[in-house]
Nanobody
Framework: DVQLVESGGGSVEAGGSLKLSCAVS????????MGWFRQAPGQEREGVAA????????LYDDKAKGRFTISQDNASKTVVLQMNNLKPEDTAVYYC??????????????????WGQGTQVTVS
């Protein structure tokens, strides 16, 4: 089974930065789409960014372009979301997810099959 554990959430003032990490265990890291998603209170979950673990190619939702960067560390099997210039509307629970179905495209699709428990990000 795949296990995904997020860390790095917290509270920050608008304009600040946070770095989220997702530790991946299980035989999925090298051949999967890895993504970050978020869900604000009362709203539906939405995709933020995704990366193909095979070549580190990444795709971003429009809301993340220019402010967020997704990356991976193969040695530690970690996927990172660096978030800069944070805005109050970025407040949400952020989730890491994985999906082996590369034929569907490595983009932040909501149908990923493996999910972490989430980490809270609050921007004031």
């Amino acid at each position: 089974d795949v296990q995904l554990v997020e860390s790095g959430g917290g509270s920050v003032e608008a304009g600040g930065s946070l770095k989220l990490s997702c530790a991946v265990s299980g035989d999925i890291f090298s051949t999967s789409c890895m993504g970050w998603f978020r869900q604000a209170p009362g709203q539906e979950r939405e995709g933020v960014a995704a990366i193909y673990s095979g070549d580190s190619s990444a795709l971003y939702d429009d809301k993340a372009k220019g402010r967020f960067t997704i990356s991976q560390d193969n040695a530690s099997k970690t996927v990172v979301l660096q978030m800069n210039n944070l805005k109050p509307e970025d407040t949400a629970v952020y989730y890491c997810a994985a999906d082996r179905r590369l034929y569907l495209g490595c983009r932040p699709r909501l149908d990923y099959t493996g999910w972490g428990q989430g980490t809270q990000v609050t921007v004031s």
